[in-house]
């Protein structure tokens, strides 16, 4: 069968085929950046239910890797998996942001687009089964009261916390001087209320000494087709060093 033909017929239930360089990119920006920053710690911070974890376990990833998660639900099933690998350690459950204390959860329907800000209709229309379906209060700590980095660490900061990266970011100042490297989500068009979008989190990690290695396509609008989040990949500067 003709290739366009597989492809027509792909996009009409939905679906993209991609090369496999295309398809695999991201991944082998984000390896290619553990083996050359020597990254032997990884703290994920909105772990949820462990995905982006086992993609690293899968990839060959053996060093530390420490997770942070605030829903009940999830929390647990980190919890049950962890025990399958000495390398990953769960914390307990709680938010991370700016300040310590608790604070309101919004729980998704769809469980990955939980966030302790509101959701705007630019998000739920293009994925109605995030809408939110329930309330948590939960713990809340600041990154720099939760982790202390030793001097020989060379740590990657995940952060997947839907719209809320700079509140994270805000209580994590001590902790990012030691850091080598940051992944997080940008969004291009406000998605949930408050939020900070790309360009200032992008000029936030540069003030922070980042400079990007890699960015890659996230979360599209399924109707018109525009990118509303991307995956963005910062590497610590070594132009002033």
């Known amino acids: 069968m003709p290739k366009d033909l597989i492809k027509k017929l792909a996009r009409k239930f939905d679906y993209e ?39 690293l376990l899968s990839s060959g990833y053996v060093g530390r890797i420490v997770s942070f998660e605030p829903q009940k639900w999830a929390h ?28 309101d959860i919004n729980i998704s329907g769809n469980g990955v687009s939980s966030s302790i800000l509101g959701m705007l209709p630019s998000h739920s229309k293009a994925a109605p089964e995030s809408a939110y379906i329930a309330i ?14 030793s001097p020989t660490d060379r740590a990657l900061l995940k952060i997947d916390v839907q719209g809320y990266e700079k509140q994270v ?6 902790l990012l001087t030691g850091v080598r490297a940051v992944m997080t989500e940008m969004s291009f068009v406000p998605l949930y209320a408050g939020q900070i979008l790309a360009l200032e989190l992008w000029t936030l990690l ?33 132009r002033n060093s």
């Open 17 to 55: 085929i991609q090369g496999l360089p295309r398809a695999y990119a991201a991944e082998r920006s984000l390896a290619g950046l553990l083996l050359d920053q020597q990254i032997d710690l990884v703290l994920d911070v909105g772990a949820n239910t462990g995905q982006f974890v086992e993609e």
């Open 76 to 103: 647990e099933q980190l919890c049950q998996k962890s025990t399958l690998h000495t390398n990953w350690q769960i914390a307990e459950r709680t938010a991370v942001g700016a300040v310590n204390g608790s604070i």
């Open 136 to 149: 948590e209060t939960v713990p809340i700590r600041r990154l720099d009261d939760l982790y202390l980095l």
């Open 169 to 174: 970011i805000d209580g994590a100042a001590s």
């Open 206 to 238: 540069a003030n922070q000494g980042f400079e990007p290695w890699s960015i890659e396509p996230g979360f599209r609008d399924p109707d018109t087709g525009r990118t509303l989040q991307i995956d963005g990949l910062f590497v610590r500067s070594t």
